[in-house]
């Protein structure tokens, strides 16, 4: 079964810097749509960036865009989202889940991990 397990959040002052990881396994990694999603307390889940590791494509949120960049190392069935400049509304668990891809949605029936708690203060 498709299953991801995401690592690399933390604790950061806002303008700082995270990188998260993402480790797939039990699909083609090199012809899969990969999304990063999250979801703050009270808030309902939203999109974050997406990746189509066959060709590169990516799309992100208007809220993220020259901020975050997502990308992928197909040898080693990772995707990665590289976070700058952050802000304390950024703060949110971010997940790493099958999307369908354009536009950047996740798949119904993606299998959720845990995820990676990412807060910034301010």
């Known amino acids: 079964e498709v299953h991801f397990v995401e690592s690399g959040g933390g604790l950061v002052a806002a303008g700082g810097s995270l990188r998260l990881s993402c480790v797939g396994s039990g699909f083609t990694f090199d012809d899969y749509a990969i999304g990063w999603f999250r979801q703050a307390p009270g808030k309902e889940r939203e999109a974050v960036s997406c990746?189509?590791?066959?060709?590169?494509?990516?799309d992100y949120a208007d809220s993220v865009k020259g901020r975050f960049t997502i990308s992928s190392d197909n040898a080693k069935n990772t995707v990665y989202l590289q976070m700058n400049s952050l802000k304390p509304e950024d703060t949110a668990v971010y997940y790493c889940?099958?999307?369908?891809?354009?536009?950047?949605?996740?798949?119904?029936?993606?299998?959720w991990g845990q995820g990676a708690q990412v807060t910034v203060s301010s």
């Open positions: 889940v099958e999307a369908l891809f354009p536009p950047c949605t996740y798949y119904p029936l993606a299998y």
């Open positions: 990746l189509r590791t066959s060709d590169g494509r990516t």
